[in-house]
């Protein structure tokens, strides 16, 4: 599914108007029609019930306006307060306001501390409470009156709708502008905003409902399409075509560099994760020493012995090996449990650069490239990258924080220097590839958050890059069923304890049912109301 950025959606309602000759007046009725409709679909509120509408000077709070006016025909009681002076008004929400004052509706002007002080006790009194004092254009701290009333709401134990997002949240960055309305429920109108899927906006938006308001798909067609969210039928083309007579030596080869002493379950998961993704083979590249290890763990993979170091991790002298084992393979996965041993980070880095087949790349394989992530510039286009977000800051020399504070310019800005596909773990995976397209992944829970998860992660995207798929495709199917497989186990077990090599067991089954284009589980809601009859 398209997701927007402020810009993009600004610039196709201006389209609809100005090159269409829809009026923007139109399109606002068209929106507080459908929020309204969506509003008493999932409260189902009683009749005179008390509906409270605070409202901004811009379209947002136009929008509101035309909400009020249909709330009331449906028999309830509605009061709107308008956090300006009604002179500031202007446009198409002025015309809405204009029509509420003459029919008479309950509206108070509201521009300063002194009015809302005489004003506030109306969120005790009313029942429900709908947010539509800022929109998607904020791009500064709300501060003063806006932010008190903000605050005041969010302490005001009501359900709160917001209309297109809540008050004080960044659409591009899903950041909190100083302070923003936690939402039971987000109407947002034509596509969903980026801002509402990442973190921390997605914790704010509550249940999240998009509706169209009428604009022709000859205008969001007309613009490119940078932001996707993953869904499941992204991916039947590739799990429903398997031929009949496929046999192991046509569906991928994957070489795993993985594993030193301490670390071969690291080594087993990815391998196994892998398989489960179906390529047809796995050869494991381990330590000499550890190799009679998983010989035992791994008994559905290949095994092969390398040089290594005291440590028992992988050393300089299995270079050229290597490169004779990557002969016949279609892909490689490298860098979990590898350890940080300075010379085993060092063949990492030899081999990233000089690599001829596409690669995943995650743990300690990160670590060995944040020292020096030039190797990449060798391989371009041909590297997924899989770092959390400790790892990323590594990468790009910046803290942890900033990584989060904006997590998809972070994933953006790397992939694009350096030429490879990054995928961001974290709630809402961002995977960034290298010519600017962005997706978000929709599933996965805190049952993720468990040592092994990454690795299984690994080779399920090691997996399918065997199988020949794109870089980008091989990491939105793996960060999907990965978080999918997550889901369908928390149904029956809850979000703690669960095992990375549990996810193994129900990935299969899982990507059978993406095959033939159904679901496995009850329908996340976003995916529902996401697709929504507009």
């Not at 009313?126 to 800022?134: A, E, P, Q, S, V």
């Not at 960034?432 to 397209?437: C, D, L, V």
């Not at 369908?488 to 993406?514: F, N, R, T």
Request: overall charge negative; glycine content about 12%; charged content about 20%.
């Amino acid at each position: 599914m398209r997701l927007v950025n402020a810009s993009e959606m600004q610039e196709m309602d201006r389209l609809t108007i100005e090159e269409i000759g829809i009026p923007g007046v139109v399109l606002m009725e068209n929106a507080a029609r459908g929020a309204v409709r969506v509003f008493l679909a999932h409260f189902a509120p009683p009749l005179n019930s008390r509906v409270l509408l605070l409202c901004g000077r811009g379209n947002n709070g136009g929008d509101g306006y035309g909400m009020a006016r249909y709330l009331s025909e449906s028999g309830l009681k509605v009061t709107v307060l308008v956090l300006a002076e009604f002179q500031k008004i202007t446009g198409d929400a002025l015309v809405n306001l204009e029509i509420l004052r003459r029919i008479g509706l309950d509206i108070q002007e509201v521009p300063a501390e002194e009015q809302w002080k005489k004003q506030r006790r109306l969120l005790k009194d009313c029942d429900f409470i709908i947010d539509g004092l800022l929109g998607t254009g904020l791009n500064s701290t709300v501060r003063g009156l806006y932010a008190r009333v903000i605050e005041e709401v969010n302490r005001a134990n009501k359900p709160v709708t917001a209309i297109d997002i809540p008050s004080g949240l960044n659409a591009d960055t899903g950041q909190v502008m100083g302070v923003a309305v936690q939402a039971d429920l987000t109407i947002t109108f034509g596509f969903p905003k980026i801002g509402q899927l990442v973190f921390p906006g997605a914790g704010l938006v509550g249940r999240l409902v998009r509706i169209g308001i009428g604009i022709p798909d000859t205008v969001t067609e007309s613009l490119p399409s940078r932001y996707h969210l993953i869904e499941a039928g992204d991916f039947h083309d590739l799990f429903g075509s398997m031929k009949q007579d496929m046999h192991k030596g046509n569906r991928g080869h994957l070489l795993v560099l993985a594993g030193s002493t301490g670390k071969t379950g690291a080594a087993t998961l990815t391998c196994l994760g892998a398989l489960r993704a179906g390529a047809g083979l796995v050869t494991l590249g381990i330590p000499r020493s550890l190799n009679p290890i998983l010989e035992n763990k791994l008994t559905e993979a290949m095994t092969y012995p390398l040089p290594e170091t005291a440590e028992s991790s992988l050393s300089l002298e299995a270079e050229k090996e290597i490169f004779n084992l990557m002969k016949g393979k279609t892909a490689v996965a490298i860098g979990p449990g590898l350890s940080t041993h300075s010379e085993t980070s060092l063949l990492v880095r030899r081999l990233v650069a000089n690599c001829p087949l596409p690669m995943v790349i995650d743990a300690d394989g990160l670590n060995a490239l944040s020292s020096d992530p030039s190797a990449l510039a060798k391989c371009r286009g041909r590297a997924i990258l899989t770092p959390h977000p400790g790892e990323m800051a590594r990468l790009a020399g910046i803290s942890n924080s900033e990584v989060q504070a904006d997590r998809i310019g972070t994933a953006e800005a790397f992939a694009q220097k350096h030429g490879c596909c990054l995928v961001l773990k974290g709630a809402r995976t961002v995977i960034a590839e290298p010519e600017g397209q962005i997706h978000i992944n929709p599933t996965g829970n805190p049952a993720l958050s468990s040592g092994g998860s990454g690795d299984v992660l690994t080779g399920l995207i090691g997996g399918f890059l065997a199988r020949g798929w794109p870089p980008a495709k091989a990491s939105a199917a793996g960060v999907y069923l990965h978080g999918l497989a997550a889901d369908l186990l928390s149904e029956e077990m809850g979000q703690s304890g669960i095992l990375a090599g549990e996810l193994l067991d129900v990935i299969p089954g899982l990507a059978s049912y993406l095959a033939r284009a159904e679901w496995p589980l009850k329908q996340p809601p976003m995916e529902k109301d996401l697709h929504q009859p507009l």
